[in-house]
């Protein structure tokens, strides 16, 4: 039994490998995310549309195709390796939407735990600190402050319409009185892809509410609106 649970082992080592060597986007040999893949990630930022009280936000990329599959590898398929190549992008999005601050407050939206606690990370948060790495490489003064919790366990948001998002977030969010961003600077809010605006539109009105300007939101990628139903 033993030697049964080493090969085991060995066998899942071994895929491991072989997955990380395939890229995430398009499944062509050679390393995590191809050349081609990597400039479909990092083709913003861009403005995205404007969403009912959601901040200003930046974007990286659309949700659609390889970007989307590189972010469900990241998210959902263990692959935590990945955010080095989304961070790129991340990057450029919240120099965006700070582009003169000195300094910069990233606030990434908090995750359920249930599913930080599945994935063993927390996706989210991962991104901004990659992301402040590369700011940082560059001169900008940039902290990550995780100054939002959830003050009740909201439903996934997946397979959820527009409406039900928006009231399954309503007041989910409060600050954490001892991690507020500092006054001076800008403040940026971080998510990994947006939707209908609620997350950051919550996010920004609990900060709003513990006195917190928010500047601005960047994220990896913005999916196209999302119809009732």
Request: glycine residues 12%; proline residues 6%.
């Amino acid at each position: 039994m033993a030697i049964l649970s080493v090969l085991s082992g060995w066998a899942a080592a071994l895929g491991d490998l072989v997955l990380e060597q395939r890229c995430a986007g398009c499944g062509s040999a050679g390393a995590p995310v191809c050349a081609a893949c990597a400039d479909v990630i990092g083709r913003g930022p861009w403005r995205c549309r404007s969403r009912r009280g959601c901040p200003p936000a930046w974007a990286a990329a659309p949700y659609a195709g390889r970007c989307r599959a590189v972010l469900l590898a990241f998210k959902n398929g263990g692959r935590r390796a990945l955010a080095e190549w989304l961070a790129d992008g991340l990057a450029e999005a919240v120099r965006a939407a700070a582009p003169a601050a000195e300094q910069i407050s990233l606030v990434p939206v908090p995750g359920r735990a249930s599913a930080v606690r599945k994935r063993g990370y927390d996706p989210v948060r991962t991104l901004g600190e990659a992301a402040a790495v590369r700011l940082r490489a560059r001169g900008v003064a940039v902290r990550v402050v995780p100054g939002l919790r959830l003050a009740r366990t909201p439903r996934d948001q997946v397979g959820l319409d527009a409406a039900q998002r928006w009231a399954n977030l309503a007041g989910a969010m409060r600050v954490r009185r001892r991690g507020l961003p500092p006054d001076r600077g800008a403040t940026v809010v971080v998510d990994d892809v947006l939707t209908t605006g609620a997350t950051l539109a919550e996010a920004a009105r609990a900060l709003g509410a513990a006195g917190v300007r928010v500047d601005g939101a960047a994220v990896v990628a913005e999916r196209g609106p999302l119809e009732a139903g």
